[in-house]
Nanobody, 124 residues
Framework: QVQLVESGGGLVQAGGSLRLSCAAS????????MGWFRQTPGKEREFVGA????????YYADSVKGRFTISRGNVKNTAYLQMNSLKPEDTAVYYC?????????????????WGQGTQVTVSS
């Protein structure tokens, strides 16, 4: 069982930045691919980006490409989502997810463990 805890959400003005963190309890964190998703009321969970087990590969949704950066620190068992140039349409609850895999995954159904989510609100 892996527990994931997100932090770093909050209220920010359009054009601002936030960094989300996802702390994992897994002792073998470096065998898990990590993903970030977001969800707004009434909509399905949306893929934001993902990072491979060693941080060597990343993949982003077109809507965030060039603005968001995913990284991970395997010593600290933490994944990060750096969000720059935020827009009001980025407002959502953001979730991190983990999958025991050496590949990158973009579908929510592929992930085994989820955090509780953290709210990001971007004001115009």
């Amino acid at each position: 069982q892996v527990q994931l805890v997100e932090s770093g959400g909050g209220l920010v003005q359009a054009g601002g930045s936030l960094r989300l963190s996802c702390a994992a309890s897994a002792r073998t964190f470096n065998t898990y691919a990590m993903g970030w998703f977001r969800q707004t009321p009434g909509k399905e969970r949306e893929f934001v980006g993902a990072v491979s087990w060693n941080g060597g590969d990343t993949y982003y949704a077109d809507s965030v490409k060039g603005r968001f950066t995913i990284s991970r620190g395997n010593v600290k068992n933490t994944a990060y989502l750096q969000m720059n140039s935020l827009k009001p349409e980025d407002t959502a609850v953001y979730y991190c997810a983990a999958k025991l895999s050496f590949k990158i995954h973009s579908r929510p159904s592929e992930y085994d463990y989820w955090g509780q989510g953290t709210q990001v609100t971007v004001s115009s």
